[in-house]
């Protein structure tokens, strides 16, 4: 039975390697804005990763999500699509399934490529009223497949902004 929300709360999971090697907050690339132009920024988001006591998934990490709105999309990018100037519909989720997706924001040189895999969520949060001219999503060689998925009422989860940037591989925490 479908529910009015595509999922109250989602979560994400992982195997756990070792105790010693387990993050504890969840770090992700945002595309955010500043003084009305877009800009990447690495966040963590507040809430800690636990481990799931869940039938079936204990001994997984699990990072709470949010509250999520029941109008998620799958999208689908050709190979060398060039995209154009664009605002984020809303504030959401983009889960990048398959492929290279590259976003880069206008009149600068920043520039960010995501892969698809376990690492690959991100959050667009240059939504019109934050950003005059927004971002670029194109693709490289390869198409992409991607989730995008809004956060209920626009709320996104509690975060703190780590700097100015793409976060780095070695800070994202599900490998």
């Given at each position: ?118 690492n690959s969520v ?45 976060c780095e ?7």
């Open positions: 039975m479908y529910s009015q929300h595509l999922l109250s709360v989602a979560v994400l999971t992982a195997n756990l390697v070792s105790a010693s090697s387990n993050p504890t907050y969840f770090n992700l690339t945002a595309i955010s804005a500043v003084n009305n132009a877009s800009l990447f920024q690495c966040w963590q988001l507040t809430t800690p990763i636990t481990s799931s006591a869940q039938n079936g998934l204990s001994g997984s990490m699990v990072q709470q999500l949010g509250a999520l709105n029941g109008n998620a999309t799958y999208g689908y990018l050709p190979a060398n699509f060039p995209g154009a100037n664009h605002p984020a519909p809303g504030n959401q989720y983009v889960v990048i399934l398959s492929g290279k997706m590259i976003v880069t924001v206008p009149n600068t040189t920043e520039r960010a490529i995501f892969t698809g895999g376990a991100i959050i667009a949060a240059d939504t019109a009223d934050k950003s005059i001219i927004g971002h670029v999503t194109g693709t490289l060689n390869e198409p992409v497949a991607a989730l995008q998925i809004p956060f209920l009422n626009g709320q996104i989860p509690p975060y703190k902004v780590l700097y100015n940037g793409a591989s070695r800070e994202l925490n599900f490998c």
